[in-house]
């Protein structure tokens, strides 16, 4: 996985551009943001009330062939336990 495809599938999921790199996702119970970095992402779940909850992996651990599916896990993992 790289940045390009992480920033393909945050626009495809609802993320709305935030300038190079950053996305973000609001709904009714607060806001995610994808950060993507040169070699990694950085995915911030920010609830309203709670701490920021901060999920980070490298490009190189999130394979070709399944990689938008980890990623899409993550993030509706995320979205399920709000």
């Known amino acids: 996985m790289n ?8 626009v495809e999921n609802g993320f709305h551009a935030i300038d190079a790199g950053n996305y973000r996702r609001h ?5 995610m943001t994808i950060e993507i970095k040169k070699m990694s992402f950085l995915l911030i779940d920010e609830r ?6 901060l999920i980070s992996r490298l ?11 980890r990623l899409q896990a993550l993030v509706l ?3 399920s336990h709000r």
């Open 27 to 31: 709904d009714d119970t607060g806001m």
């Open 48 to 53: 309203q009330g709670l701490r920021p909850h």
């Open 59 to 69: 490009f190189k651990d999130m394979p070709l062939s399944s990689g938008s599916g």
């Open 3 to 10: 940045a390009d495809m992480i920033a393909a599938w945050a």
């Open 77 to 79: 993992g995320r979205i």
